[in-house]
């Protein structure tokens, strides 16, 4: 495929594949970015409500 026929989502998922392949060209290596932009908006919304449900069981069970 024509690197000017990528969508988007194409054209950050092969830059993701090549940084992978070669680590050494991350600046900043796997972080948070990595983790939203894999999981999408939903997914991100589920972790970010696990997180807060996680953090008021541990206030109630902790205090």
């Known amino acids: 495929m024509s690197l000017d026929r990528d ?3 194409e054209r950050r998922e ?3 594949q090549e ?3 070669n680590p ?3 600046i ?3 972080n948070l970015a990595d983790l939203v ?3 999408g908006w939903k997914g991100t919304g589920i972790l970010i409500l696990v ?3 996680a953090f008021i069981i541990y206030a ?3 205090q």
């Open 60 to 62: 109630v069970f902790f």
């Open 19 to 21: 940084e992978l392949r």
């Open 51 to 53: 997180i807060i449900l």
């Open 24 to 26: 050494s060209s991350s």
């Open 37 to 39: 932009g894999s999981l």
């Open 7 to 9: 969508t988007p989502k």
């Open 28 to 30: 900043h290596g796997s």
């Open 14 to 16: 092969r830059l993701r």
